[in-house]
């Protein structure tokens, strides 16, 4: 059973750097086949895709208000995908969630396109 779980919560200032990392744990399984998302939802809205890998070679696709301060990149030998954040922003406050699913082909960011979720990290950006 494939498992997803992210690691870096924080709390950190505006303007700050923060990394999150999603790993995937499970049975034997490779990560080369799979497209990966980040999402998050702050307190009174809905989950939004935030970034996402559009294809297996690595295309990219951001929301407007990240572009240029977040990154989205894998590593198929950890098994693992990351999102940069730079300059971070108080409206940047939310859960943040990692998604993957296996495919070939476009990726997508919308959410019923993924199977698998984590459970959420809190990133909380405060002075």
């Known amino acids: 059973q494939v498992q997803l779980q992210e690691s870096g919560p924080g709390l950190v200032k505006p303007s700050q750097t923060l990394s999150l990392t999603c790993t995937v744990s499970?049975?034997?399984?490779?990560?080369?086949?799979?497209?990966w998302a980040w999402f998050r939802q702050a307190p009174g809205k809905e989950r939004e895709a935030i970034s996402c890998?559009?294809?297996?070679?690595?295309?990219?696709d951001y929301i407007d208000s990240v572009k240029g301060r977040f990154t989205i990149s894998r590593d198929d030998n950890k098994k693992a995908a990351y999102l940069q954040m730079t300059n971070l922003k108080p409206e940047d406050t939310a859960v943040y969630y990692c998604?993957?699913?296996?495919?070939?082909?476009?990726?997508?960011?919308?959410?019923?396109?993924?199977?698998?979720w984590g459970q959420g990290t809190q990133v909380t950006v405060s002075s």
């Open positions: 998604a993957a699913v296996y495919g070939d082909g476009q990726g997508s960011c919308t959410m019923t396109f993924y199977g698998y």
């Open positions: 499970g049975a034997s399984i490779t990560t080369n086949y799979m497209f």
């Open positions: 890998i559009t294809t297996i070679t690595g295309g990219t």
